[in-house]
């Protein structure tokens, strides 16, 4: 099987733009979780859908958004981009989310300058 | 959310053992203990997860106190590339059961030498 894919891998933005990534879970993963990595923060929780819906939230401002299609692709946007905002963005899938393993693609990372 | 505390760093002679520790002394009777690993900011690999009993596969041994407050990954005979960094993460569901999110710390950095 395939194993999860993101794109693009790197990506270079000026501050007040906005981005979007994408993500494509592993065959017959319905959840899809996404994280953000930085050297301050370290690895944290964005958001997780299932289903075409929302499911879980982390603790990030509304400028962090995301949607998920019904092929369980999924994306996740950023607007009014912050210099801050520089990261390796991660996305993972599983099964159902609901006590299963995640597998997480490589990440696609974000210079914002 | 149950926290877990790991060792910021740790090394290891290549072809020996590495056992990383963790504690997780407030986790609850429902949440697994999950290990991941992560090699120069590529993504996340996962490792082996338990809930109370030692597990084993083909990349490592977890090793679970009784009282399930602390944990040991153990990487049998490591190699140069096992040089990463580790987490080691409570996994927590929402109370209703539907859907989670993975925790992770700032995670141990392993260093296999020659």
């Known amino acids: 099987k395939a194993g999860v894919t993101q794109t693009p891998r790197y990506l270079i933005k000026t501050r007040g733009q906005q981005v979007t990534l994408s993500c494509s879970p592993i065959?017959?993963?319905?959840?899809v979780s996404w994280y953000q990595q930085t050297p301050g923060q370290g690895l944290q929780f964005l958001f997780e859908?299932?289903?075409?819906?929302?499911?879980n939230k982390g603790n990030f401002p509304g400028r962090f958004s995301g949607r998920q299609f019904s092929n369980s692709r999924s994306e996740m946007n950023v607007s009014t981009l912050e210099l801050g905002d520089s990261a390796l963005y991660l996305c993972?899938?599983?099964?159902?989310?609901?006590?299963?393993?995640?597998?997480f693609g490589p990440g696609t990372r974000l210079t914002v300058l | 959310d149950a926290k877990t505390t790991q060792p910021t760093s740790m090394d290891c002679a290549e072809g020996r053992a590495a056992n990383l520790p963790c504690n997780h002394s407030?986790?609850?009777?429902?949440?697994?203990v999950y290990w991941y690993r992560q090699i120069h900011s590529q993504g996340p690999q996962y490792i082996i997860h338990g809930l109370k009993n030692n597990e084993t596969n083909e990349m490592a041994s977890l090793i679970i106190t009784e009282d399930r407050k602390s944990s040991t990954l153990i990487l049998p005979h490591a190699t140069l590339r096992d040089t990463a960094v580790y987490y080691c993460?409570?996994?927590?569901?929402?109370?209703?059961?539907?859907?989670?999110?993975?925790?992770f710390g700032q995670g141990t950095e392993l260093s296999v030498k020659p």
């Open positions: 407030t986790i609850s009777g429902n949440e697994y």
């Open positions: 993460i409570v996994r927590v569901l929402r109370l209703n059961n539907q859907g989670g999110k993975l925790i």
């Open positions: 065959s017959g993963h319905r959840s």
């Open positions: 993972a899938s599983s099964p159902t989310g609901v006590g299963d393993t995640q597998y």
């Open positions: 859908y299932f289903s075409e819906t929302q499911r």
